[in-house]
């Protein structure tokens, strides 16, 4: 049974750091491709940062510079570092699997998500 969950989620304000984590069973993950996604209100769920399973990423343009993707296989958990954070990186945070940039096709479950709110 799969399960991915997600925390660290929080309140910070603009130019802040947050460090997410995303705890991850049910399927090999040493060799999974693992993305996180995110959606605001209002707007689809998008893919935000992919690491491979040999550790190669990948960012969308919004995040480039500002976040890194990183894996721990002994701990079958992948990280989210999100620095000088801006009120549009406000979204529910999830991770999933990510087997492709262009067509990451995730599993269907997906976790419950962690809040990340940016705001003075």
């Known amino acids: 049974q799969v399960q991915l969950v997600e925390s660290g989620g929080g309140l910070v304000q603009p130019g802040g750091s947050l460090r997410l984590s995303c705890a991850a069973s049910?399927?090999?993950?040493?060799?999974?491709?693992m993305g996180w996604y995110r959606q605001a209100p209002g707007k689809q769920r998008e893919l935000v940062a992919r690491?491979?399973?040999?550790?190669?990423?990948n960012y969308a343009e919004s995040v480039k510079g500002r976040f890194t993707i990183s894996r721990d296989n002994a701990k079958n958990t992948v990280y989210l570092q999100m620095n000088s954070l801006k009120p549009e990186d406000t979204a529910v945070y999830y991770c999933?699997?990510?087997?492709?940039?262009?067509?990451?096709?995730?599993?269907?479950?997906w976790g419950q998500g962690t809040q990340v709110t940016v705001s003075s």
């Open positions: 690491i491979s399973s040999g550790g190669y990423t």
């Open positions: 049910g399927f090999i993950f040493s060799i999974s491709a």
């Open positions: 999933n699997l990510a087997r492709s940039w262009v067509q990451p096709t995730p599993l269907p479950s």
